[in-house]
């Protein structure tokens, strides 16, 4: 059975850093080229980083470049989201995916971590 | 950025009545290889989201043949043709065309 199980959110105060995972199972990361995705509470989804299957291009939107990193380790099968000088505005719960696969049936969505910036 | 804008976003519809949403880009999504690059996903209450539509018009496996994706360039339009108590939730478009990624604001569906 294919899984997403994103771990690593919890509350931080501004300017602090967390990194988020996301361990897959049923199916190899490295097939896929994968996302981060956030939804602040109550609000619509934003797409936030992308690493390529190969890793060998990742894409991030402004308002998080320089500041988070988007990466992989295929030993564990597993993708991180490393997240530094954290805002209040970066309060949301993030998700990973791989939602632009062309294969029918394929996209993966994990059930989100949330991630909190608060003082 | 290409902005995404989805109409409308809020849609009482009644059941096994058909829905149609919109959903417009500012600028063609139509890639460089000649692929158009539009996906919908439905997110029900509580949940993750869930893709129901890639690349314009190809349905998801799983995905029941009520929805179907359609449109070209700048216009796309996702259609429920008989509308079930499950198909409540919000429905969003996303171009993946270019970077970086955007998402329409959203279509809450609801039963009247």
């Known amino acids: 059975q294919v899984q997403l199980v994103e771990s690593g959110g919890g509350v931080v105060q501004p300017g602090g850093s967390l990194r988020l995972s996301c361990a897959a199972s049923?199916?190899?990361?490295?097939?896929?080229?994968m996302h981060w995705i956030r939804q602040a509470p109550g609000k619509g989804l934003e797409w936030v980083a992308f690493?390529?299957?190969?890793?060998?291009?990742?894409f991030y939107v402004d308002a998080v470049k320089g500041r988070f990193t988007i990466s992989r380790d295929d030993s564990k099968n597993t993708l991180y989201l490393q997240m530094n000088s954290l805002r209040t505005e970066d309060t949301a719960v993030y998700y990973c995916?791989?939602?632009?696969?062309?294969?029918?049936?394929?996209?993966?969505w994990g059930q989100g971590t949330l991630v909190t910036v608060s003082s | 950025d290409v902005v995404m804008t989805q109409s409308p976003l809020s849609l009482p519809v009644t059941l096994g009545q058909p829905a149609s949403i919109s959903c417009r880009s500012s600028?063609?999504?139509?890639?460089?290889?000649?692929?158009?690059?539009l996906i919908w996903f439905q997110q029900r209450p509580g949940q993750s989201p869930r893709r129901l539509i890639y690349?314009?018009?190809n349905r998801d496996s799983g995905v029941p043949d009520r929805f179907s994706g359609s449109g070209s360039g700048t216009d796309f339009t996702l259609k429920i043709s008989r509308v079930e108590a499950e198909d409540v939730g919000v429905y969003y478009c996303?171009?993946?065309?270019?970077?970086?990624?955007?998402f329409g604001p959203g279509t809450k569906v609801d039963i009247k």
């Open positions: 995916a791989n939602p632009t696969v062309v294969t029918p049936g394929t996209a993966y």
């Open positions: 049923g199916f190899t990361l490295s097939t896929y080229a």
């Open positions: 690493i390529r299957f190969d890793g060998t291009k990742k």
């Open positions: 600028q063609s999504l139509v890639y460089s290889d000649g692929n158009t690059y």
């Open positions: 690349k314009v018009s």
């Open positions: 996303m171009q993946d065309t270019h970077w970086p990624f955007t």
